[in-house]
Nanobody, 126 residues
Framework: QLQLVESGGGLVQPGGSLRLFCVVTGFSLDDHVIAWFRQGPGEEREGVSCISPDGGRVNYGDAVKTRFTVSRDNAKNMVYLQMNRLKPEDTGRYYC???????????????????WGEGTPVTVSP
């Protein structure tokens, strides 16, 4: 089966940090972009980041620019999302998704994604 499994979520105080993990099985990362999305309580799904197969192109949503960093290790079938200076509005369920590398801009968009994980919850609260 083609799967993505997120982990690393939890409870953190404002200003703290978390590192999320996305493990991919069933297909190669070499020809797939990986994007992160999140959805807060009562909110629409929001794009967080996208990273190209070789890591050379990365994009971030406006709300997380300068605070989040995405990276990948294709040999380990692993993608990371480092989240720093967390704010209460960062609370939500975080999903990783994989898409075929056909959009050269690496868009953080649902239509470009083919596979989705179940998500991992992140709560930022004092």
């Amino acid at each position: 089966q083609l799967q993505l499994v997120e982990s690393g979520g939890g409870l953190v105080q404002p200003g703290g940090s978390l590192r999320l993990f996305c493990v991919v099985t069933g297909f190669s990362l070499d020809d797939h972009v990986i994007a992160w999305f999140r959805q807060g309580p009562g909110e629409e799904r929001e794009g967080v980041s996208c990273i190209s197969p070789d890591g050379g192109r990365v994009n971030y949503g406006d709300a997380v620019k300068t605070r989040f960093t995405v990276s990948r290790d294709n040999a380990k079938n692993m993608v990371y999302l480092q989240m720093n200076r967390l704010k209460p509005e960062d609370t939500g369920r975080y999903y990783c998704a994989a898409g075929r590398d056909v959009y050269i801009t690496c868009p953080i968009a649902d239509f470009a994604m083919d596979y989705w994980g179940e998500g991992t919850p992140v709560t930022v609260s004092p």
